[in-house]
Antibody, heavy 117, light 106 residues
Framework: QVQLVQSGTEVKKPGASVKISCKAS????????MHWVRQAPGQRLEWMGW????????KYSEKFRGRVTFTTNTSASTAYMELTSLRSEDTAVFFC???????????WGQGSLLTVS | SYELTQPSSVSVSPGQTARITCSGD??????ARWFQQKPGQAPVLLIY???ERPSGISERFFGSSSGTTVTLAITGARVEDEADYYC?????????FGGGTKVTVL
């Protein structure tokens, strides 16, 4: 079955960078786009953007553009999200999520907690 | 930019029907999806294409659409349905989430 397994908890200082990984299994990694979603404590889901795992094309939310970079390692079926210039407001859980284009199915990682303090 | 508006909270008595609305101009042209999220968990897809249920999702979850508003109905509400519910739509390859609705069953 499809699984997305994310890297663990991170604690960073303001101004630092973080790179979170999302290892996929159970499907052809390059067939689907991988989205990233942020959720601050007690707050809404916030879309950050996506990367096409087959072409490496990306689309970033205006809110995060310039601070976030998505990459993939297709041989390891792993997607990465790097966020720079961290501030306290970036304290959140970050999810990777994928599915078919029509989203008849939707798979999510377990979430990676980032604390900036 | 696109916006989707949901009520912040909905309360329902056990066994009754809860209705959550999601409004936005983009919904007149694009499909909506609905997710359920329980504390400490990842979201779960409940509805896609406004009213389709993925395999394994209870028939108690029902989606509908009219103009610029989509609605998620939870029939026969149970305590286990207490969660946050989010609508999502997509346009120009950009996802937009609604603000989320906290459903309380009491």
């Amino acid at each position: 079955q499809v699984q997305l397994v994310q890297s663990g908890t991170e604690v960073k200082k303001p101004g630092a960078s973080v790179k979170i990984s999302c290892k996929a299994s159970g499907y052809s990694f390059t067939s689907y786009v991988m989205h990233w979603v942020r959720q601050a404590p007690g707050q809404r889901l916030e879309w950050m953007g996506w990367i096409n795992a087959g072409t490496s094309n990306t689309k970033y939310s205006e809110k995060f553009r310039g601070r976030v970079t998505f990459t993939t390692n297709t041989s390891a079926s792993t997607a990465y999200m790097e966020l720079t210039s961290l501030r306290s407001e970036d304290t959140a859980v970050f999810f990777c999520t994928t599915g078919d284009e029509a989203m008849t199915v939707s798979y999510w990682g377990q979430g990676s907690l980032l604390t900036v303090s | 930019s696109y916006e989707l508006t949901q009520p912040s909270s909905v309360s329902v008595s056990p066994g009754q029907t809860a209705r959550i609305t999601c409004s936005g101009d983009v919904l007149a042209k694009k499909y909506a999806r609905w997710f359920q999220q329980k504390p400490g968990q990842a979201p779960v897809l409940l509805i896609y294409r406004d009213n389709e249920r993925p395999s394994g999702i209870s028939e108690r979850f029902f989606g509908s659409s009219s103009g610029t508003t989509v609605t998620l109905a939870i029939t026969g509400a149970r305590v286990e349905d207490e969660a946050d519910y989010y609508c999502l739509s997509e346009a120009d390859n950009i996802w937009v989430f609604g603000g989320g609705t906290k459903v309380t069953v009491l």
